[in-house]
């Protein structure tokens, strides 16, 4: 049976309403984006198809997803699973995440949110941690999680059709689906607050990656062509380059190996 993941940049947060913002550590979701959830929620069409609820350990996605999906979550419905590897690019304190025991001081039934992969660590972004800005740990830990959500699929396979919700976040959306169509630099991401677009796992050359559905594409773009290959990888040495420029960690990635 098919694995699809329906990818989602969290609602608006006080990060987001300007650049002063970016030094408030771990930010809550503005009234906007609590409403935003709420359009999601009416607007989103397979809840009843959902199976796994994922999203990235800060603050404005775990509310995000149980907002926005809150009547998914009961007795025999999936928890959030917080997962560091899809937490947000860069190291300023809005979009490092908070210590684990403040997270589980927050979210203490397991039940609702399982915090059972946020270990000691996950919010480190220094230079010689898996989650600094770099564009090659960057590119490392989006294939990381796109074989995590292989192996998720896997492991539920045999009771039918996987669908994934995961909450994450804008700039490492492009990393994750290896789509750069769209970025705004000066945002650092093409997607939208609560934008979701839908994907299909699959296995190509060796490699896991995923396939924006054709129904999730025309939703979004109509019947315009998407980039070519080339146009994509001359965007990503781009994208990856600004990564690099930005925050200076280490060796910006032309092509991958």
Known sequence: MPTYVHLVRHAQGYHNLCQENH??????????????????????????????????????TIYTCL????????????????????????????????????????????????LGLVKEGWNDKGPGSEYAPEPRKLFERARRAREWFRDLGRDYAGEGEVNIVAMTHGG???FLTEDFEGVDYGRGTGWGNTEWRSYEVVEENGEVRLR??????????????????????????????????????????????
């Open 67 to 114: 907002l926005s999906f809150n009547p998914d979550i009961a007795p025999g419905k999936p928890r959030v699973i917080a997962l560091p590897d899809i937490q947000e690019v860069s190291p300023f304190p809005c979009d490092t995440g908070s210590e684990p025991a403040k997270l589980l001081d927050e979210f203490p039934d397991d039940k609702v949110v399982d």
């Open 172 to 174: 490492f959306l492009h």
């Open 23 to 60: 030094a408030l550590p771990d930010p809550d979701l503005t009234d906007l984006g609590k409403r935003q959830c709420e359009e999601l929620y009416q607007s989103f069409p397979y809840h009843d198809k959902i199976t796994h609820l994922v999203a990235s350990p800060l603050r404005r």
């Open 212 to 257: 924006e559905t054709g129904e999730s594409a025309r939703r979004r773009r109509g019947s315009k062509e998407g980039l070519t290959e080339t146009e994509q990888m001359e965007l990503r040495a781009a994208f990856a380059g600004a990564v690099e420029r930005e925050f200076g960690m280490g060796e910006a990635i032309e092509e991958e190996e």
